[in-house]
């Protein structure tokens, strides 16, 4: 299996692990801990009302409805992008998921000195947007191997010679 494929399964498990761990202490649920797909609900109460939970800020629910967004954007894109898309849509989706990465750190930095109460599911959900990125970019990435007899074969041309050349390390 190809690195790229590691790190695409990997932020897949990653994900789905995290559904069911605990990411915030306390209020719900969990003994331990608000669980992941409950915590998916809460941050998008603002467009799909749960509860009676209620965000305050306007800025605050487009953030939060922005993040919930990220996970079914990985969850039912990323398979679809890995299996079916082109280079520059891997490559697209990559940036896309690193941007999600970032905006997702909106919860670490938004709970300021209480950010003691995140816990294992979403620091392994948030990484997992990491994962995915790294995997994408790879896998985007053309990959030169270069055959016995110094030929440069690419993987974009499915396997026909390129150019010749002296040895290139990749």
Request: hydrophobic share 50%; net charge positive; with cysteine.
């Amino acid at each position: 299996m190809r690195r790229p494929h590691l790190l695409l399964l990997a932020a897949w498990l990653l994900q789905a692990i995290a559904w069911f761990l605990p990411v915030v202490k306390g209020e719900v649920v969990f003994p331990h801990g608000l669980p992941g797909w409950q915590a998916f609900r809460v941050a998008a109460c603002a467009v799909w009302p749960y509860d009676d939970i209620t965000i305050d800020k306007w800025y605050y629910a487009v953030l939060s409805t922005i993040s919930a967004a990220t996970t079914p954007l990985f969850v039912f894109g990323s398979p679809w992008v890995v299996s079916r898309g082109s280079s520059a849509l891997r490559r697209a989706s990559a940036w896309i998921a690193a941007s999600a990465f970032i905006l997702n750190a909106y919860w670490f930095v938004s709970f300021g000195a209480d950010r003691k109460d995140l816990r294992t599911g979403y620091f392994l959900w948030w990484f997992s947007f990491v994962l995915l990125a790294l995997g994408l970019f790879d896998l985007s990435t053309p990959k030169k191997l270069i055959n016995d007899s110094q030929r440069i074969v690419s993987h974009e041309t499915g396997g026909r010679i390129r150019s010749s050349g002296p040895p290139v390390r990749s």
